[in-house]
C-alpha cells in the first residue's frame, strides 16, 4: 500500500519552544492530510484537515494558532506545535489518501511521540 | 462523534478466529464500514472495507448484516502480532471524508 512517512518519530523539548513535525507522501501524492493526536489510553482525535496550497480546516477547540499546519507541497505537511506546553505532550498521527486509490481508504503514518519538559 | 459501537475488550487464543463485532445502525446509504487496527505505539493500519457485500482479503474477512446495521471483522486465525485495538469507522467512499475514530476494541491474542 501507499506509505506516509513522519518525522522526527519522537522528539523532546523544553516548554516554550516550538517544535515541528513533518508528514510526507513517499510514492503519491496527496491533496490532503490530516492530523490527528492521542493522549495515552485513548483513541485518536482528529486536530484539522491540511489542503495544499490553501489554509488548513481545524476541528472544534483546536487552536490554530497553537498548532501551525503547512501543507506547501502535493507530498509535504507540516505541524508545527508553538510555545509547546507539558499539556501537548501526546501522540500526533499523519494520514493521507491516495487520490487515485479507489477504495478510499486512508494510509497512516507512523506517528510523533512528543515530550514536553 | 463516532458512529459505531464496539465492545471495549476481547481475547482470543492464538490460531482461533477472532471475530469483532460493530454496531452502526444509525449508517446511511452511501456510507461504507472500514476497519482499521492500531498496534501499540504505531499509526493506524487498513484492514478492509465494504458497503453491503461481504468482503475478504488477505488480512481479513468482513461480514455486514443485510440491514447493514452491524458488521463483524474475523480475523480466521489470529497470531500474537494481531494484539491491538481494532477501530470500526463508517464514512462515505467520496471525495476526502476524514475518519473519526471511536474508542475502538482492545483484542489481546494469547497463546
Known amino acids: 500500500g501507499a506509505v506516509v512517512s513522519q518525522h522526527p518519530s519522537w522528539v523532546i523539548c523544553k516548554s516554550g519552544t516550538s517544535v515541528k513535525i513533518e508528514c510526507r507522501s513517499l510514492d503519491f501524492q496527496a491533496t490532503t492530510m490530516f492530523w490527528y493526536r492521542q493522549f495515552p489510553k485513548q483513541s485518536l482525535m482528529l486536530m484539522a484537515t491540511?489542503?495544499?496550497?490553501?489554509?488548513?480546516?481545524?476541528e472544534q477547540g483546536v487552536e490554530k494558532d497553537k498548532f501551525l499546519i503547512n501543507h506547501a507541497s502535493l507530498t509535504l505537511s507540516t505541524l508545527t506545535v508553538t510555545s509547546a506546553h507539558p499539556e501537548d505532550s501526546s501522540f500526533y498521527i499523519c494520514?493521507?489518501?491516495?487520490?487515485?486509490?479507489?477504495?478510499?481508504?486512508?494510509?497512516f503514518g507512523e506517528g510523533s511521540r512528543l515530550t514536553v519538559l | 462523534d463516532a458512529k459505531t459501537t464496539q465492545p471495549p475488550s476481547m481475547d482470543c487464543a492464538e490460531g482461533r478466529a477472532a471475530n469483532l463485532p460493530c454496531n452502526h445502525s444509525?449508517?446511511?446509504?452511501?456510507?461504507?464500514v472500514y476497519w482499521y487496527r492500531q498496534i501499540h505505539s504505531q499509526g493506524p493500519q487498513y484492514i478492509i472495507h465494504?458497503?453491503?457485500n461481504n468482503e475478504t482479503n488477505e488480512m481479513a474477512s468482513l461480514i455486514i448484516t443485510e440491514d447493514r446495521k452491524s458488521s463483524t471483522l474475523i480475523l480466521p486465525h489470529a497470531t500474537l502480532r494481531d494484539t491491538a485495538v481494532y477501530y470500526c469507522i463508517v464514512r462515505p467512499n467520496t471525495g476526502f471524508q476524514k475518519l473519526v475514530f471511536g474508542t475502538g476494541t482492545r483484542l489481546l491474542v494469547s497463546p
Open positions: 465494504g458497503l453491503k
Open positions: 494520514s493521507a489518501r491516495q487520490p487515485l486509490a479507489g477504495s478510499g481508504e486512508l494510509f
Open positions: 444509525t449508517i446511511s446509504g452511501n456510507e461504507y
Open positions: 491540511s489542503n495544499e496550497g490553501s489554509k488548513a480546516t481545524y
